[in-house]
């Protein structure tokens, strides 16, 4: 078996002088990447929370003003506000009994 040419082995060297090359630039485009998907996960990450809090807030601002109604008719008309009582109390026990969880219960009944 004859030895390699020298334009062979020259061919060889270049060649993997350029595979470490695109190794390397690979590593980098991996590594931007990935560090472009970290930032791009805790943006959203943050911007679904302040969206959370946000709808939690609101959610809560309509049980508030709900139970300011029902206080008004309460003072306009016991009856009416005896009844909205009992309703509320019949509502948390039936949440009770399908397994809500409590806090979200006590947020339904303006107690937080």
């Known amino acids: 078996m004859n030895p390699p040419s020298p334009n062979l082995l020259h061919l060889l060297d270049g060649l993997q002088q350029q595979l470490s090359q695109l190794q390397q630039d690979l590593d980098h ?39 300011r109604i029902a206080t008004a008719l309460h003072f306009r008309d016991h009856r009416s506000g005896d009844h909205l009582t009992r309703m509320s109390q019949y509502a948390m026990l039936l949440a009770l009994e399908l397994g809500l969880p409590e806090a979200q219960i006590q947020l339904g009944m303006g107690k937080n």
Do not use: P
């Open 29 to 67: 485009v991996n590594g931007v990447t990935s560090q472009q998907v970290q930032t791009l996960t805790s943006t959203f990450r943050k911007a679904f929370e302040a969206e959370r809090r946000k709808a939690q807030e609101f959610e809560h601002g309509i049980y508030e003003v709900l139970l």
